[in-house]
C-alpha cells in the first residue's frame, strides 16, 4: 500500500527539499518502491534528481493537458521515480482554486495505490493550494525544523492547518514527527530550541538529528542526493537513520 507522506513546512530555507530527496533516495536504498513529486515551483527537488527542465513534464501536463501521471514520471539518478516540478506549478495552483478542484491529486494517485510503497512530496515554503493538495492526499506530514526560535512559530501553525482539515474529514492526514535539519550543537541557540521541541512535542520530534553538512550541500549541483554522493558523510548516516526511524514510525505501528 503506498504510504503518501508530505515534507512540509510554510517557512522556507529550513531542509525541506534536502530532506524530501534524501529521505527518498534513503527508502529507495532499502528497496523499497519510492515516488518523488517535486510541488515546489523552483523545482530544486527535479535538479537534485538529475532531471533535465527541457525534459520535464510536471503535474501540469496532467492537469492541462491530460497526460497520464505514469507519463510524467521520471527515473532519478538515485533509484526512486520522480514527477519533476517547474515554474508552470504556478498556473497549476490558480487553476485549482479557479476550477474548485481541491483534492485532484488525491484522486490522480488513486492509480499508484499498489505500485509504489512510499510517495514523497516536496512542497513550496507557503502554504498554498498546492501545499494543501499534499496535505489533502497525504497519510502523514513530516514537518523539517530549523533550530530557531522563529521557527517554532511555523510549526503551530502547520499542525494546526493539519489538525483542522482532520477535523473536517478532508484528510485522514496526521503530523509523523518534527525533524531536526542544520543542526549545530556547538550552537546555544540550536540547543535551547532543541529542548524545548523536546518538552513540548516530545512523541513529534524525531530521534535523528541532521546536522549542517557541506556534502549534502553540495550534492544537487550533480544531480544526486547525498547519500549517493558522499555515503560516508555524516548527514548521508543522518538521513539513512532517519529513514529506519519513519519506517518504524510507519511500518510497525
Not at 517535486?38 to 535538479?47: E, H, I
Not at 489538525?163 to 473536517?168: A, C, H, I, P, V
Not at 538529528?209 to 558522499?230: C, D, F, T, V, W
Request: proline content about 3%; hydrophobic content about 40%.
Amino acid at each position: 500500500m503506498n504510504k503518501i507522506i508530505a515534507i512540509a513546512n510554510q517557512k522556507g530555507g529550513v531542509g525541506k527539499t534536502t530532506t524530501a530527496v534524501n529521505l527518498a533516495a534513503s527508502l529507495a536504498s532499502t528497496k523499497r518502491k519510492i515516488l518523488l513529486i517535486d510541488l515546489d515551483p523552483q523545482g530544486n527537488a527535479s535538479t537534485a534528481a538529475g532531471i533535465e527542465g527541457a525534459n520535464r513534464k510536471t503535474l501540469c501536463d496532467h492537469y492541462f493537458d491530460q497526460v497520464s501521471l505514469e507519463d510524467c514520471t521520471q527515473s532519478s539518478t538515485d533509484d526512486y521515480k520522480i514527477i519533476p516540478g517547474d515554474e508552470g506549478l504556478i498556473a497549476l495552483e490558480v487553476a485549482i482554486r479557479n476550477d474548485n478542484n481541491q483534492g485532484f491529486l488525491t484522486k490522480s494517485l488513486a492509480d499508484f495505490e499498489n505500485k509504489f510503497d512510499y510517495t514523497i512530496i516536496d512542497t513550496p515554503p507557503t502554504l498554498n493550494q498546492l501545499t494543501i493538495e499534499a496535505l489533502f492526499c497525504a497519510s502523514g506530514t513530516l514537518i523539517p525544523l530549523q533550530c530557531e526560535y522563529y521557527s517554532l512559530e511555523g510549526v503551530a501553525g502547520l499542525m494546526q492547518t493539519i489538525e483542522t482539515l482532520s477535523n473536517k474529514n478532508m484528510t485522514s492526514n496526521r503530523v509523523l514527527g518534527i525533524v531536526r535539519t542544520m543542526v549545530d550543537m556547538r550552537n546555544n541557540l540550536a540547543k535551547e530550541v532543541s529542548e524545548e521541541l523536546e518538552k513540548h512535542f516530545s512523541n513529534l520530534v524525531f530521534n535523528t538529528l541532521i546536522p549542517r553538512n557541506i556534502k549534502l550541500a553540495e550534492a544537487p549541483s550533480h544531480g544526486i542526493s547525498g547519500i549517493k554522493y558522499m555515503p560516508n558523510s555524516y548527514g548521508a548516516k543522518a538521513y539513512l537513520a532517519l529513514a529506519g526511524e519513519l519506517i518504524r514510525r510507519v511500518e510497525y505501528v
